[in-house]
């Protein structure tokens, strides 16, 4: 392929704690070194990996996930591969993010199950540049759900950007304009936890670049602009023994066990929050009002819960988590999803009644009898809930939860010490 395809670089993709793409690039001339899986680099450089003193790291790249980007042919072409990150003594690291998602698949497996098949439904902004390519506060259009050109001006970036990820293998199923200005949604094909994961990554990357390539800024960031919508990624989830879907049921909304699972969803949610949503300015977006789920509740007829339950049935029947953000790091967030899923299985928790009314109109009163609480409001209290559940941080492996918290601290501290705009035009003349 190398050579039908005149590649000249290979990239050699990996990701940080933080879900952000990384990548040794490598000329063709050591693909036989990549193969051997004899690439190394300082792991100590990047976040959540290792100390100095224990820094060398392997590349262990996963042949499935070749591909050749479809842009940059100037001087060859460029392929990708996604890689495990392996110690020098040849045993799986455990602070990568990919490895840990690989060990929950594991005890999935152990426990008889096949696959956890993932549809994600990421959304982002499209923002003007400056004339120095900076991003402004300039949305691209003023169009909302489901328009048309030519109020929808993001029609063509979103032709290309289905287009490219055809080229790279992706089952597109639709693509259209969100709620707010300048708001996209792209909707691919359910795949296997660890595809779906690498998709995900992989479609970021994609829409930046495409983006880019029309003079505009994609944005995954949940909240951009204060009084509009933000942008989550809805995860819809399946659980499957073969060919068998396990959340199917002929008589029932759902199986015994997929009501199981979700019960695990709703115990650990409060937890989750911190993995799903990991920045501050992940919780701008998890306010009442603009369509993000604040209670934790599960529904088929409404969707102000955090968990609904699509109308279908056998392969497609599913739950929908609601909450998670495109900041989440995928593997991270689809393991700690799927780990909580799982303790439902083995646990014997009581899952609440279902919510048929919007729990928006609901009367705090109300929401109280029908023992709907609250998701955290900031990333300071997801991570105090985190803390909290030691079965979570297991989801996460040792070295990846203290990673996330030292992470995680810091960014709310450097956010507690930042004196905002609101502050100054609240307080300076008042006081």
Same mark, same amino acid.
């Given at each position: 392929?190398v050579k039908?395809e +005149?590649?000249?670089?290979i990239?050699?993709?990996f990701?940080?704690?933080n879900?952000?793409i990384? !990548? ?7 693909l036989?070194?990549v193969?051997a899986?004899?690439?190394? %680099?300082?792991?100590s450089s990047?976040?959540g990996f290792t ?6 790291m392997l590349l262990h790249?996963d042949?499935?996930?070749?591909l050749?980007f479809? $842009? ?5 072409k460029?392929?990708r591969?996604?890689?495990d =990150? /392996?110690?020098?003594?040849?045993t799986?690291?455990?602070g990568?993010? &990919?490895?840990n998602?690989?060990?929950i *698949?594991k005890?999935?497996?152990d426990?008889?199950y096949?696959h956890?098949n *993932?549809g994600?439904e990421?959304e982002?902004?499209l923002?003007n ?5 900076n991003?402004?506060?300039?949305l691209? #259009?003023?169009?909302? /759900?489901f ?9 063509n970036? &979103?032709?290309? =950007? ?7 293998? %992706?089952?597109?199923?639709?693509s259209?304009h969100?709620v707010?200005?300048?708001?996209q949604e792209?909707d691919?094909?359910y795949?296997?936890?660890i595809?779906?994961? #690498?998709s995900i990554?992989?479609?970021?990357l ?11 800024y994609?944005?995954f960031m949940?909240k951009?602009?204060?009084?509009i919508n933000g942008s989550?990624m809805h995860i819809?989830?399946s659980?499957?023994?073969g ?5 199917d #049921?002929?008589?029932?909304?759902l199986s015994?066990?997929a009501?199981k699972f979700?019960s695990g969803?709703l115990?650990h949610?409060r937890?989750?929050t911190?993995? +799903?949503n ?5 919780y701008?977006?998890?306010?009442p009002?603009?369509e993000?789920?604040? /209670?934790i509740? $599960?529904?088929?007829?409404n969707?102000?819960?955090l *968990?609904?339950v699509?109308?279908a049935?056998?392969k497609?029947k599913?739950?929908e988590m609601r ?5 989440t !790091?995928? /593997?991270? @967030?689809?393991a700690?999803?799927?780990? @909580?899923?799982?303790?439902g299985? @083995?646990s #014997?928790?009581?899952?609440?009644p279902e919510?048929?009314?919007n729990?928006y109109?609901m ?11 609250d998701?955290p409001?900031?990333?300071h ?8 559940d030691e ?6 492996g ?10 995680? !601290?810091?960014?709310w501290a450097r956010y507690?010490?930042?004196?905002s705009? $609101?502050?100054r035009?609240?307080y300076?003349?008042q006081?």
């Amino acid at each position: 392929m190398v050579k039908d395809e +005149n590649v000249e670089f290979i990239c050699l993709m990996f990701t940080d704690i933080n879900g952000i793409i990384k !990548n040794v690039e490598v000329p063709v001339s050591q693909l036989d070194k990549v193969l051997a899986n004899k690439i190394t %680099f300082d792991g100590s450089s990047i976040d959540g990996f290792t100390r100095i003193e224990e820094s060398d790291m392997l590349l262990h790249p996963d042949l499935s996930t070749w591909l050749i980007f479809p $842009w940059g042919e100037e001087h060859g072409k460029v392929a990708r591969l996604i890689c495990d =990150i /392996y110690r020098t003594d040849g045993t799986p690291f455990e602070g990568d993010p &990919r490895v840990n998602l690989k060990r929950i *698949i594991k005890k999935m497996h152990d426990m008889g199950y096949t696959h956890f098949n *993932i549809g994600p439904e990421p959304e982002f902004f499209l923002f003007n540049i400056d004339e120095h390519g900076n991003p402004t506060l300039h949305l691209n #259009d003023d169009g909302s /759900y489901f328009d048309f050109s030519p109020v929808d001006l993001g029609v063509n970036v &979103r032709k290309d =950007i289905v287009l490219g990820l055809e080229k790279m293998g %992706f089952e597109v199923e639709a693509s259209h304009h969100e709620v707010a200005p300048g708001q996209q949604e792209i909707d691919f094909k359910y795949q296997d936890a660890i595809s779906a994961a #690498d998709s995900i990554e992989t479609f970021k990357l994609v829409v930046k670049t495409i983006a880019k390539e029309h003079g505009l800024y994609a944005t995954f960031m949940p909240k951009p602009v204060q009084g509009i919508n933000g942008s989550g990624m809805h995860i819809n989830m399946s659980l499957f023994n073969g060919d068998d879907n396990i959340f199917d #049921d002929a008589n029932d909304m759902l199986s015994p066990t997929a009501k199981k699972f979700m019960s695990g969803l709703l115990k650990h949610a409060r937890a989750l929050t911190a993995v +799903n949503n990991p920045t501050v300015n992940s919780y701008k977006r998890l306010v009442p009002g603009y369509e993000a789920p604040t /209670y934790i509740a $599960w529904s088929s007829k409404n969707r102000s819960p955090l *968990i609904r339950v699509p109308a279908a049935k056998g392969k497609s029947k599913r739950i929908e988590m609601r909450s998670v953000d495109p900041t989440t !790091n995928p /593997y991270l @967030a689809i393991a700690c999803i799927l780990d @909580a899923g799982l303790d439902g299985i @083995a646990s #014997d928790y009581d899952l609440m009644p279902e919510v048929k009314d919007n729990i928006y109109e609901m009367s705090e009163e109300k929401r109280r009898e029908e023992g709907i609480v609250d998701l955290p409001s900031t990333l300071h209290n997801s991570l105090k809930a985190l803390r909290k559940d030691e079965y979570v941080q297991q989801s996460l492996g040792k070295g990846l939860t203290n990673s996330f918290f030292a992470a995680k !601290n810091a960014e709310w501290a450097r956010y507690q010490q930042t004196v905002s705009q $609101w502050e100054r035009d609240t307080y300076m003349s008042q006081y």
